[in-house]
Structure formats: C-alpha cells, structure tokens
C-alpha cells in the first residue's frame, strides 16, 4: 500500500461530509414522497446512515494516523522502543520481592 498524501486526507475529510448529504436525502424522500415511510423503514434508515458515518469516521481516522504516521503507523524508533518497553511490562510485570503476609 502506498504511503498516502494530504491530498488523500483531504478527500478522506471530505467524504465525511457525505453523512450531511446522505441526511438530505433521506429528509427530502421522507417529506416529499407520495408515499410515507413507515417507522421501521425510517429507523433502518437512519441507522444505517449511522453505520456509514461511523465507517467513514474509522476511515479519516486511519487516513490521518498513516499520512502523520501516528500510532501503528509510526516508523519513529524513539516511539518504538518506548511502545516495546510499555508492551514488555504489560506482557511480563516486574515481580515484587518478598512475602505476601
């Protein structure tokens, strides 16, 4: 996978605002259609719309940490060694010397 730009982060920003857009449109086929939706087809709807906003989210989100290269995208080593050393202790804590009383 290639490195992505801010050009890609920018679209990735303004994917975003497709959720206004998909909202729009499910406002104007609720009120302006002949015939109503029921509560149930409106409930998926906007539960749906959720669910691709939501997705969309997850996506700028990844999008910004691979283009500053943040969190498992990071390639700094001092970042690195400190990500290994806070794993190693989670892995395996330091044992306490002497005697539970």
């Not at 969309?56 to 700094?76: F, G, I, P």
């Amino acid at each position: 996978m290639k490195q992505p730009t801010y050009i890609d982060l920018e679209d990735a920003i303004y994917m975003a605002w497709r959720t206004s857009d998909d909202l729009d449109m499910f406002y104007k086929h609720h009120g302006d259609h002949p015939t109503p939706m029921s509560d149930d087809e409106v409930s998926n709807m906007i539960l749906g719309i959720k669910q691709l906003h939501d997705l969309r989210m997850e996506a700028l989100m990844d999008m910004m940490c691979r283009v500053h290269k943040l969190n498992q995208y990071t390639t700094d080593p001092e970042v690195l060694a400190r990500r290994e050393k806070v794993f190693n202790e989670a892995v395996e804590p330091t044992k306490k010397k002497g005697k539970k009383k």
